[in-house]
């Protein structure tokens, strides 16, 4: 069943120089997760944060600590953003051939386990983990950077999803990420998302901003 909305920030959207601080300002502003996009270089063209800036960042709020692993090969530090502070560990389904193994190795650490879909990829590719994962990510650009616009052939994906997890009858956070914003936000809620990550949307504006475009994007006036 399609749970209340809640909003997901993406912390690559924040202010480097001061993230602390900002990850706070977006929690007290009523952001429900922290997303936490981990790039290497390899799976995705860019590079940004490990489980050092996750663990640095965990005393300033309790929220949930949503980590995207767009990295490969993810097993070997699985146990170090557990170990940090993360929460929700999601990994790429295209990042290796045995990602069932990592999805297990998530949930042994006691921590809720992401499976996420490029936007090539087609639902069936999580049809043999719909007993194992906590949420299914559908990537609404190619990952890799902040601020794309929104790949509309991907809202035919989210409502598939939709059916698979209400057909499992478990409960499984259905995200969508890139380039959600107050125009495509209702768009993806109507498909049957539960979870909007927005890291240009969420973050724009500054700190007296945030609460706003959180309210927004959750479809609240
Ligand atoms: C892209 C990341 C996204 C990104 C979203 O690879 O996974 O989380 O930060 O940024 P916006 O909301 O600006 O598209
Ligand atoms: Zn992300």
Same mark, same amino acid.
Not at 1 to 6: N, S
Not at 126 to 140: K, Q, R
């Given at each position: ?25 977006? !929690? @007290? =502003? $009523? &952001? %429900?997760? /922290? ?5 290497? #270089?390899?799976? +995705? ?36 953003? !557990? @170990? =940090? $502070? &993360? %929460?929700? /560990? ?5 990042? #290796?051939?045995? +990602? ?122």
């Amino acid at each position: 069943m399609q749970k209340p909305v809640r909003i997901a920030p993406s912390i690559l959207s924040g202010d480097f120089a001061r993230l602390g601080e900002d990850v706070r300002d977006i !929690a @007290e =502003a $009523g &952001a %429900d997760y /922290i997303h936490i996009d981990v790039m290497d #270089g390899h799976f +995705v063209p860019n590079l940004t944060i490990g489980p050092m800036v996750v663990r640095a960042l965990r005393p300033y709020t309790d929220k949930v600590f949503d980590c995207h692993l767009m990295i490969a090969p993810a097993d070997p530090y699985i146990a170090g953003f !557990a @170990e =940090a $502070g &993360a %929460d929700i /560990i999601t990994v790429h389904a295209e990042a #290796g051939a045995h +990602v069932h193994r990592t999805i297990q190795l998530i949930k042994s650490l006691g921590k809720r386990a992401g499976i996420a879909l490029n936007p090539a990829t087609g639902a069936e590719a999580v049809t043999h983990l719909m007993d194992m994962v906590d949420l299914i990510l559908v990537m609404s650009v190619n990952p890799g950077f902040g601020g794309q616009g929104f790949i509309s052939s991907q809202l035919e994906k989210i409502a598939t999803l939709r059916e698979m997890i209400d057909t499992s009858g478990r409960d499984i956070d259905l995200e969508v990420d890139g380039g959600v914003n107050d125009e495509t936000a209702p768009q993806v809620i109507a498909a049957g998302a539960d979870v909007l990550v927005a890291g240009t949307a969420g973050f724009r504006g500054g700190k007296a901003a945030y609460a706003g475009n959180i309210r927004r994007l959750r479809g609240h006036a």
